[in-house]
């Protein structure tokens, strides 16, 4: 049955037993969005309420459009797992976290349909506005987590919902030539990169080497931010759209 949850948008209620407290004093201040990753929305469900898996999020939208809360937005749902944004990392405690029903890179990763861009939409602007989340907060799992998660994706629609007022966002700057800079890597210009992400809100390290956890943030930007070209590899396209980014920010406007 569809009932008026802690969001305004239309849901229904399969709760899930897997929560717990937020820690104390702590605020939702982020939404982290992330895709099922399961062969169907079935068996993604039954992981989401299964006890023995120990994982769990606050809604799960369908590619139809439906809306399932699973646990209210006052417990700490179990979604972000070993992750770290801004220095913080006991991100369950702070965020929000909506599963978008998608097969994922292991099972044949897809474009997401318009029904379920539009609830998304819609649930995530709800959030936002209800707990006066700042735009720059709303993430993919990939930027919090970027050595192990893909989620949601190069296809996720990040534009379309940016559209609506929903999320941090500028045009990719286009693919062109020049400043190249990948692993192995080392100087002044590597520093400069990972000063920029590191402000943005990437857990990585200011040590002017360009190692594997660099190629991890940089490969995690370019999937939210810069999605055409997806490599680990920091051209002029890359560094431009991060600078604008950082720009939009309000520290630093």
Not at 90 to 104: A, K, T, W, Y
Not at 153 to 161: C, M, N, Q
Not at 223 to 241: A, C, L, M, N, Y
Request: overall charge negative.
């Amino acid at each position: 049955m569809s009932v008026a949850t802690d969001t305004g948008v239309k849901a229904s209620v399969h709760p899930s037993p897997n929560h717990g407290p937020r820690a104390e004093g702590a605020l939702i201040d982020m939404v982290v969005l992330h895709y099922t990753g399961m062969r169907n929305a079935e068996e993604a469900l039954q992981r989401l309420c299964d006890p023995r898996a120990e994982v769990s999020a606050h809604y799960l939208v369908y590619e139809d459009g439906r809306i399932l809360q699973c646990v209210p937005e006052a417990r700490r749902a179990w979604h972000a797992g070993r992750s770290s944004w801004k220095g913080e990392t006991d991100l369950n405690s702070r965020s929000i976290g909506v599963e978008i029903v998608n097969p994922g890179h292991e099972f044949g990763y897809r474009p997401f349909p318009d029904a379920q861009i539009e609830a998304v939409t819609a649930l995530v602007g709800d959030i936002c506005r209800r707990h006066a989340i700042a735009p720059w907060r709303v993430l993919a799992h990939s930027d919090i987590a970027p050595d192990r998660k893909e989620d949601p994706g190069e296809l996720f629609p990040w534009s379309r919902l940016a559209e609506a007022g929903v999320g941090h966002y500028v045009p990719p700057v286009p693919l062109g030539s020049g400043l190249f800079m990948q692993e192995g890597d080392s100087g002044q210009p590597v520093e400069a990169l990972q000063s920029m992400l590191a402000l943005y809100g990437y857990d990585i390290a200011i040590s002017g080497r360009f190692d594997e956890k660099t190629r991890f943030a940089v490969t995690a930007f370019q999937r939210h931010f810069r999605p055409e070209k997806v490599d680990g590899v920091v051209d002029q396209s890359t560094i431009e759209t991060l600078n604008a980014l950082l720009r939009k920010l309000p520290s630093l406007s």
